[in-house]
């Protein structure tokens, strides 16, 4: 009864603030993490004919993980731990005896979903809610129940764990982690050499440090600009149309998280610079972009060297550098919109104006 409450008040706990955050969007891809901390086990009852009470120093844990986000903030792995507990003492048994020898340690194989909430910056705090098998060996314990007696058995149960903590998105692929969880299980049967079978559970809060590395997809190829058009040829008899207003837009596409132009972009930029040339144009607007792949503070760094690698392109071409004035929008202002943290190749531009 125990078990199946705290798995429903968990679950109210994790659908609740997903619910209304769920137009939040992450990166979507498979993982794979490592986390590794302190362990502490609650004081363990051994339930026989008598009553013992064993208590634990605080111990190393580790767990290995894996799994797949949605891009939608959820995500769902496979997570297996290990904990080594050194018994500290046992109280009860025969005459008030104690003992305290022997070590409890205990594998866990659990599946668990996770939402990670978007806060528009690089820290990203995370809920999860799992359920799996614990393995779990009580090893060398010594006068449990009575003088004498010594456990080395092992047994399996249902276990069930909650957790909560932040990320911190070192890079769109590489987060660092901080979180917290409690581990529980269903009775563990153990056996005493020479003695009767007594129930035990498992119960434990873990403070973890570790890192996941999401496997993103490789970026799209940018699109090579259009041609223009071939220039249509003016009937002989009427006159030619008066030369068009002097406001020309042109834009430039960069590789994902990169400001370096390419080939096609240089081409580009040459024609801007023969056009403000033969036009007299004496003012330029050079405007960055960045697609929402990305924490957004990032992306705003990443769309003003972009500004600033056209500036500098254009000053090589004879551009007088005070004619020319920059600026970054970070993903503010896509051309395609999308979701957060998706990669558009659109997106990743600069947009020089003559005003």
Do not use: C
Request: hydrophobic share 40%.
């Amino acid at each position: 009864m125990k078990l199946r409450h705290m798995l429903l008040g968990s679950a109210i706990a994790l659908v609740v603030p997903a619910a209304a955050s769920a137009q939040q969007a992450t990166g979507e891809g498979f993982y794979v993490g490592a986390q590794t901390g302190i362990n502490w086990l609650q004081d363990t009852e051994f339930d026989g004919a008598i009553r013992n009470t064993a208590t634990f120093d605080g111990a190393w844990t580790g767990v290995i993980e894996g799994g797949y986000r949605l891009g939608n903030g959820f995500r769902f792995g496979a997570e297996v731990g290990y904990t080594d507990h050194t018994i500290d003492e046992i109280k009860g048994g025969a005459a008030g005896r104690a003992g305290g020898a022997g070590d409890i340690n205990a594998w866990t194989f659990m599946a668990t979903a996770y939402y990670d909430i978007d806060t528009g910056t690089a820290f990203r705090p995370y809920i999860g809610l799992g359920g799996g098998v614990i393995r779990a060996k009580v090893d060398g314990a010594a006068d449990v129940f009575a003088a004498g007696n010594r456990v080395s058995d092992s047994d399996s149960a249902l276990a069930y764990q909650v957790a909560a903590g932040v990320a911190y998105a070192v890079s769109p692929n590489l987060d660092l982690t901080l979180g917290y969880r409690f581990l529980g299980s269903e009775d563990l049967d153990i056996r005493p050499t020479g003695g009767t079978q007594f129930d035990t559970d498992y119960q434990s809060h873990s403070v973890l440090v570790g890192v996941r590395w999401t496997f993103g997809a490789a970026p799209a190829p940018t699109p090579a600009p259009e041609p223009a058009p071939a220039p249509v040829a003016q009937p002989a008899p009427p006159p030619p149309p008066p030369a068009p207003a002097i406001t020309r837009n042109f834009t430039v596409f960069f590789d994902w998280d990169k400001a370096t132009l390419t080939p096609d972009a240089e081409k580009v930029l040459q024609s801007v610079a023969a056009d403000a040339r033969t036009g007299g144009i004496a003012a330029l607007q050079v405007t960055g972009h960045a697609d929402t792949s990305g924490p957004a503070d990032y992306n705003q760094r990443l769309s003003m060297r972009r500004a600033e690698a056209v500036r500098d392109y254009l000053i090589a071409q004879g551009i007088p550098a005070g004619e020319i004035a920059i600026e970054g929008r970070g993903e503010t202002d896509p051309l395609v919109p999308t979701a957060d943290g998706v990669r558009e190749p659109s997106n990743r531009r600069g947009v020089i104006i003559f005003p």
